[in-house]
């Protein structure tokens, strides 16, 4: 059992940056891969970026690829998206997610979830 928990979420204006975490507890995460998504009302779960646990390889969705940076703490068990440049598009919940096992772009793919974080950017 993996227990997420995310943390940073909030309101900044278009073109701001926000920094959003992902703390980890329960088995250890050798074997797995840490991804974010995100959601807006009435659509579905969309993928933003995920890391591997072991070689920390990382893949990004074309909608934020130059824009978010995904990076691990192995010492405290944490994945880290720094999110640039925002924009009303990036408005949403963010969930992190976790699965053993290679990254994955499809949340069905994903075994553990967090309750996620609202982000709002106001122009």
């Known amino acids: 059992q993996v227990h997420l928990v995310e943390s940073g979420g909030g309101s900044v204006q278009a073109g701001g940056s926000l920094r959003l975490s992902c703390q980890a507890s329960?088995?250890?995460?050798?074997?797995?891969?840490l991804g974010w998504f995100r959601q807006t009302p009435g659509k579905e779960r969309e993928f933003v970026a995920s890391?591997?646990?072991?070689?920390?390889?990382?893949y990004y969705a074309d909608a934020v690829q130059g824009r978010f940076t995904l990076s691990r703490d192995i010492s405290k068990g944490a994945v880290h998206l720094q999110m640039n440049s925002l924009n009303a598009d990036d408005a949403a919940v963010y969930y992190c997610?976790?699965?053993?096992?290679?990254?994955?772009?499809?949340?069905?793919?994903?075994?553990?979830w967090g309750q996620g974080t609202q982000v709002a950017v106001s122009s």
């Open positions: 329960g088995r250890t995460l050798e074997s797995h891969s």
């Open positions: 997610a976790a699965r053993r096992g290679w990254a994955d772009k499809r949340a069905l793919r994903y075994d553990y």
């Open positions: 890391i591997t646990w072991s070689g920390g390889t990382t």
